[in-house]
């Protein structure tokens, strides 16, 4: 007696694609994730323009200096677009990296802006400035646009740069220790 059996074999359908339970699950943890790095990321963001806008006081502070001593008779520039511009017979400025293109610029989340009080007995400078018009010192301050960020900079011809919660520009001499604000170390 032979038996044939015959070969049954059920064939199972592939499973395509995903469950709806398991891209909700998917959802839910790159939520989570996100709500946990984000304000890690703002954190991050905040170092960076700090670090940008001690950057460009430093930058400032040393363009001053150079204008002062090869430019402007041992005066300094009263503004960032006088640092801005070349002087004759030269095609590099005092500044670069945009710091030059307006008296005041925003960069990084800051405003930058550069100030010296005119004096009288400052020669004409290389560069165009006229006799009477750099100052015996500067102060410098970057300021932060963001509303939650209250890391505020500020240096003058001292060339230290000193931190503070709120603008220095008022408090910052052209000269001297600023009546608020810590330095930098």
Known sequence: MARTMRNHSTKLRAARGFALLDLIFVCGIIGILSAVSLPHLLLAK???????????????????????????????????????????GSREPFITGGLGDADAVTKSGYLIKVDATAYAGAPGSCNGLGPGEAGQGFKASADAVEPDNYRFFGVNSEALIYEH????????????????????K
């Open 46 to 88: 905040q170092a960076a323009n700090a670090s940008a806008a001690i950057a460009s006081m430093r930058a400032i502070s040393s363009a001053q200096l150079t204008f002062a001593l090869t430019c402007g008779g041992g005066f300094y520039a009263p503004n960032l677009t006088t640092l801005g511009t070349a002087p004759v």
């Open 165 to 184: 919660t709120s603008t220095l520009f008022a408090a910052m001499p052209e000269v001297g220790e600023p009546a608020a604000g810590q330095p930098l």
